[in-house]
C-alpha cells in the first residue's frame, strides 16, 4: 500500500512564498491521481490542486489558480505544491492524498490514502 509522508508548512506573511512535500513509499505511485486539500477551521475538507502521477490532467481550484503549482519528482517519489502569493485565507491544515486513478476526483471521499496533514498560517 501506499504511504504519504508530508513536509513543509508553517508561519509566513501574506504575500510569501512556501513548497509542501509529500513522499510517497510502499509502492509506485507511477498509476495514482495524486492531490492536496486543505481543511480550515470550522469548514470542510476543500480541494485544492490535483495531477496524475505522469503530469497529465492537472487541475486547481479557481481560488488557487495561478498562484499555487503542484508537480512531482519522479526520481524522489515526492510531490510537490509550491504555494506563491499567499494570502490569509489559505491558512489551513493542507493534506495530500492519493487514488488509484487516471483522472483525478476533486473529491476527498475518492481518494483512499492520505498524509498526515501540515499546518499553513499566513499573517497579514
Known amino acids: 500500500q501506499v504511504q504519504l509522508v508530508q513536509s513543509g508548512g508553517g508561519l509566513v506573511q501574506a504575500g510569501d512564498s512556501l513548497r509542501l512535500s509529500c513522499a510517497a513509499s510502499g509502492r509506485t505511485v507511477t498509476n495514482y491521481a495524486m492531490a492536496w486539500f486543505r481543511q480550515r477551521p470550522g469548514k470542510e475538507r476543500e480541494f485544492v490542486a490535483a495531477?496524475?502521477?505522469?503530469?497529465?490532467?492537472?487541475n486547481y481550484a479557481d481560488s488557487v489558480k495561478g498562484r499555487f503549482t503542484i508537480s512531482r519528482d519522479n526520481a524522489k517519489n515526492t510531490m510537490y505544491l509550491q504555494m506563491n502569493s499567499l494570502k490569509t485565507e489559505d491558512t489551513a491544515v493542507y493534506y495530500c492524498a492519493a487514488a488509484g486513478r487516471l483522472n483525478p476526483p476533486l473529491d476527498a471521499t475518492s481518494y483512499d490514502r492520505w498524509g498526515q496533514g501540515t499546518q499553513v498560517t499566513v499573517s497579514s
Open positions: 495531477m496524475h502521477w505522469s503530469g497529465l490532467n492537472t
